[in-house]
């Protein structure tokens, strides 16, 4: 089990900021901007890599999320989402993420 299976199980603590049935988005413990939010689905797919036509109505519901939960951080000057997939991508954790930065101006490009 993953540690983001962990956080929707509430077996290990969380800053959350957002959930509905399909979606739960807290507060990346490791931040690399002011605000730093990891929007995630409930159900446990590994990455992009393994998504499936099944999953086209969750992965409409997560992109219309993101500039809800932006709104709710305050992002009104901008914010940049990331989607890490596989080693080389820099995926740490295997449960689909969005990164949600911002709370500055940003970089790009990234490393
Ligand atoms: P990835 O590298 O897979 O794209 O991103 C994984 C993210 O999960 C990292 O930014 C890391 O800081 C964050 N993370 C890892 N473990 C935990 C945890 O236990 N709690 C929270 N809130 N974030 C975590």
């Known amino acids: 089990m993953t540690i983001f299976q962990k956080i929707i199980n509430r077996e290990i603590?969380?800053?959350?900021v957002h959930e509905d049935d399909l979606c739960l988005a807290f507060r990346d413990v490791n931040p690399q901007a002011p605000v730093?939010?990891?929007l995630i689905p409930k159900k446990p797919i590994v990455s992009l890599d393994h998504l499936t036509p099944d999953d086209a109505t969750?992965?409409?519901?997560l992109l219309q999320m993101v500039p809800k939960v932006?709104?709710?951080l305050g992002l009104e000057g901008g914010y940049r989402t990331v989607i890490n997939t596989g080693v080389h991508g820099g995926q740490s954790v295997f449960h689909l993420h969005i990164h949600i930065l911002g709370g500055r101006p940003l970089d790009w490009p990234p490393g």
């Open 36 to 38: 730093h939010v990891l």
């Open 13 to 16: 603590p969380a800053s959350i």
């Open 70 to 72: 932006a709104a709710l």
């Open 58 to 61: 969750l992965c409409g519901h």
